[in-house]
């Protein structure tokens, strides 16, 4: 293994470790909501009976024709969530409902930090982005770091190259275990100006299929500012 292989193949290696970890780290600080409820005193009897009484009593509204026909207006979807890499070279759109997870994370590398607003099977879903030393033969390193992460247990699988805003993205998918759990992560690697952005997708095995097409969309989205 080349000096310049061997970089990538590190620092791709510390992304996907970073990435589970954010994925387990924000699961202890999803609050139960229970605990900030106001609770609310049972009613008396004699608050009971006056309010059957007034149920009793009172005559039911009368709906006029135009309060029956009108119907509750569809609920507007949620759009997706803009955002700008911490160098300023790209912007790009989170999934909808998605955080900006920037906070959680201790890697000057890392420009954009993301995560689902649910957990799946106790992880959060996740996206990061990180700027990385030039790489001279993309294709070649992805394929060297995909079969040394996955190693003797892991399962991987090279994917086509994405467009990315006129830069070919090539990538894979590898399936391991973390904290004996089945974790699936999709990298893909950017090449720009000099500069490798290493985009890393983290979800379940379970929920992988379904996480997949959120990826796709932040890429599809993906601008650069230069």
């Given amino acids: 293994m080349s000096r310049t292989s061997r970089r990538p ?17 924000c699961a202890q600080e999803e609050p139960t909501g229970d605990a900030d409820l106001p609770s609310s005193a049972a009613p008396t009897s004699e608050e009971v009976e006056t309010t059957t009484e007034a149920a009793v009593t009172s005559e039911p509204p009368v709906a006029d024709d135009e309060s029956v026909t ?3 207006p569809p609920a507007e979807e949620e759009a997706p969530v803009a955002v700008t890499s911490a160098d300023q070279s790209f912007t790009a759109d989170l999934p909808a409902g998605w955080v900006d997870a920037m906070d959680l994370v201790d890697d000057e ?16 879903p996740n996206i990061l982005v990180t700027q990385e030393e ?7 390193a992805v394929e060297e770091t995909a079969e040394q992460l996955a190693g003797e247990d892991g399962e991987y699988e090279l994917l086509e190259p994405a467009e990315v ?15 004996g759990r089945s974790l699936a992560q999709t990298q893909r690697w950017i090449s720009h100006d000099g500069t490798l952005y290493v985009v890393t997708l983290s979800a379940p095995e379970a929920d992988a299929q ?3 097409p959120l990826l796709d969309s932040l890429l599809a989205s993906w601008t650069w500012q230069d």
């Fill in 210 to 212: 379904e996480a997949a």
């Fill in 70 to 72: 009108s119907s509750a």
């Fill in 109 to 124: 590398n890392v420009q954009l930090a993301g995560r689902a607003p649910e957990q799946v099977d106790g992880f959060f």
């Fill in 165 to 179: 805003d006129g830069n070919r993205a090539p990538g894979y998918t590898i399936v391991r275990e973390v904290q």
């Fill in 134 to 140: 030039y790489v001279s033969n993309l294709t070649s």
């Fill in 9 to 25: 193949l590190a620092r791709a290696g510390a992304v996907a470790l970073l990435a589970a970890s954010l994925l387990t780290g």
